[in-house]
């Protein structure tokens, strides 16, 4: 009985250059572990240092009203807390919550620097509410009234509280108003109207005021001469004449001659004047 060898071939010996190539290889390979581990100790280190990393200043952004004090009150950031660990978060709504910041933005920046960026609630007008003076900012939304270095000089809105609230003009007696949105809206509206015209129209305006029958007058800075301009739509198509009114008439007479003006007339300014004339 034969019995079938099986034959195993010989291993093939490796060239030279496949034996180079082998060579290189593994040395890419450990070249590769040792770069990828000086990396990851590199992040370790780097991590640990920025835990450990000082505050050492704070610079604050987009402050025009507020002082830097008064915002750092607010921001209440812990003493001896490492830059890394702070919670910005936190820190941020904790400075809007400032009823004159509309927005907070905090971030960390190069050298240990925290920066705090803010955007403030500007006033455009003040209202009464009840007695006290309360700013509003071109949102509508009501501003503690307060004294500051930015210096505000702004018109009076009148005639903007809730049905059944107490009236907030200067002196009434009463509770406090609660500001009606809509017509807040509509009377700053007003006010865009006569800042957009000429800058210079709107500073020769005090007040700005809603009557109960939706019309509006407006208080000359120079005597408090009312003006009666009609309802919203109608506004800014009379103020061309009011302007040229304002700097030519009554500019050569005087305000202290003039009792009323009246816009609502169209292509003509009715005025009544203190003798009795119109």
């Known amino acids: 009985m034969k019995v079938k060898r099986r034959l195993i071939p010989k ?3 490796s060239t030279r250059s496949e034996r ?3 060579r290189r290889f593994a040395a890419n390979v450990s070249t590769g572990i040792l770069v990828a581990g000086a990396v990851i100790a590199l992040v370790m280190v780097a991590n640990r240092w920025a835990t450990k990393e000082e505050m050492r200043s704070i610079r604050i952004e987009g402050r025009n009203i507020l002082d830097s004090a008064e915002i750092m009150q607010h921001a209440a950031i812990p003493d001896s807390v490492p830059l890394q660990k702070l919670d910005l978060v936190a820190i941020e709504s904790r ?9 907070a933005q ?11 960026e803010i955007t403030e609630r500007a006033p455009v007008a003040v209202t009464f509410i009840g007695r006290s003076p309360v700013y509003i900012d071109s949102l509508g939304v009501p501003l503690p009234y307060r004294f500051s270095s930015a210096g505000f000089d702004l018109p009076v809105v009148a005639g903007i509280a809730r049905e059944g609230a107490a009236a907030d003009v200067p002196g009434d007696a009463g509770g406090p108003a609660i500001l009606d949105s809509a017509r807040t809206s509509e009377a700053l509206g007003v006010l865009a109207a006569l800042r957009e015209y000429d800058d210079m129209l709107y500073r020769q305006i005090s007040e700005v005021r809603r009557e109960a029958n939706g019309e509006y007058i407006l208080l000359t800075a120079d ?3 009312p003006i009666r301009a009609g309802y919203p739509p109608d506004i800014a198509g009379r103020l061309r004449k009011l302007d040229l009114f ?6 050569a007479r005087g305000a202290d001659d003039a009792a009323s003006i009246d816009l609502r007339w169209k292509g003509q300014v009715v005025v009544r004047w203190r003798s009795g004339e119109t």
């Open 11 to 13: 291993r093939r010996k």
């Open 20 to 22: 180079e190539d082998a």
């Open 95 to 103: 400075i809007a919550a400032h009823p004159f910041i509309f927005r």
């Open 106 to 116: 905090i971030y960390r920046g190069e050298n240990g620097t925290l920066v705090v």
């Open 223 to 225: 005597g408090a001469v």
């Open 246 to 251: 304002l700097s030519t008439v009554l500019a």
